[in-house]
């Protein structure tokens, strides 16, 4: 059963960089096929797909993300993680690394087989 747990800083200031780290048990990130996805909901809304990386290391994102986010890996460590760069308090949410072990779109949250418990970031000064 493939765990994930999210870390990382809960408050962080406008203009700034959030940096997000899920780490992975009970899987490797490098299994084929699987794709590794930062999802996030801000206050009131639904759920928003980020971007991914793929078990052999392709990164793909939300067009309306691309120019701010980066997502990375660490095979040694079975980790991979998220930088949002130029934050503002609309990027306030809890952010929630997710598994999909048989990836179709990627961008759909119902098609994640395993979800991290989410932790909640705060935008302010």
């Known amino acids: 059963q493939v765990q994930l747990q999210e870390s990382g800083p809960g408050l962080v200031k406008p203009s700034q960089t959030l940096s997000l780290t899920c780490t992975v048990s009970g899987g490797s990130i490098t299994t084929s096929y699987y794709a590794w996805s930062w999802i996030r909901q801000p206050p009131g809304k639904g759920l928003e797909w980020m971007g991914v990386?793929?078990?052999?290391?392709?990164?793909y994102y939300s067009p309306s993300l691309k120019s701010r986010t980066s997502i990375s890996r660490d095979t040694s460590k079975n980790q991979f993680s998220l930088q949002l760069s130029s934050v503002i308090p609309e990027d306030t949410a809890v952010y929630y690394c997710a598994a999909d072990a048989r990836p179709q779109t990627f961008s759909r949250a119902d098609e994640y087989d395993y979800w991290g418990q989410g932790t909640q970031v705060t935008v302010s000064s």
């Open positions: 990386i793929l078990y052999d290391g392709d990164t």
